[in-house]
């Protein structure tokens, strides 16, 4: 409920102040950030003096893709940030496997869930599966406190919230229940690397 509250009122925030929304992919070079473009100036200088923008972009790498709220400056080329709206993490991207699935984030916006299941026991062995048939998701992303970045997950179903933090190699993910905000499920992500099973 936090999470909704911080959102409106950062929307709300842009429409009094005239702020637009401007989105773009991050490229970072000597230690500046930019917001690639398409128009003549092809690359807009990222600055911003709200505490909340500037503690969420620091977490962004060159790949990112941001959608927020701020003011170009054409004549200068630089983009002021008032709040971060949404983010597609590069590093999200790919395979990433657990002990209760495999996940396959494939762009910004939707991943497939695969989730394991137990085929045979040997002694004090297990050997898992994956099912072959996903749960489909649709996602999104926003800033959230510290490392975490906060997510929202839709299936054909019903929609969900979590967490994910990203580690070297792994991630965190924490899914919670949208009625209660109970935690329902950590998953202990790793990356996949090309020509793993």
């Known amino acids: 409920m936090r999470v909704l509250i911080f959102v409106l009122t950062a929307m709300m925030s ?11 992919v991050v490229s970072i070079e000597g230690g500046s950030m930019y917001l690639k473009s398409e128009d003549p100036c092809h ?5 911003s003096n709200n505490e909340t923008a500037l503690n969420a972009l620091v977490k962004l790498a060159a790949g990112d893709f941001i959608t927020a709220t701020g003011l170009k400056n054409p ?4 983009v002021s940030i008032d709040s971060v ?5 590069r590093r999200m991207l790919g395979n990433w ?18 989730p394991a299941q137990t085929v045979v026991t040997k002694g ?3 050997y898992t599966s994956v099912s072959a048939s996903p749960v489909e998701y649709n996602y999104s992303l926003i800033p959230g406190s510290g490392k975490e970045w906060v997510m929202f997950l839709s299936d054909s179903k019903s929609t969900t919230f979590g967490t994910i933090q990203f580690n070297r ?7 919670y229940s949208s009625e209660t905000g109970e935690l329902n499920k950590t998953l202990l992500l790793y990356r996949m690397t090309p020509g793993q099973n």
């Open 75 to 78: 004549g200068n080329c630089t």
């Open 169 to 175: 190699g792994s991630a965190v993910m924490k899914i």
């Open 124 to 126: 004090d062995r297990v």
């Open 85 to 89: 709206e949404y983010v597609g993490l």
């Open 97 to 114: 496997y657990s002990r209760d699935a495999v996940i396959n984030v494939q762009d910004f916006n939707s991943m497939k869930y695969y």
């Open 43 to 47: 690359r807009y200088l990222i600055a």
């Open 14 to 24: 842009a429409v009094a102040f005239g702020a637009q929304q401007v989105g773009g």
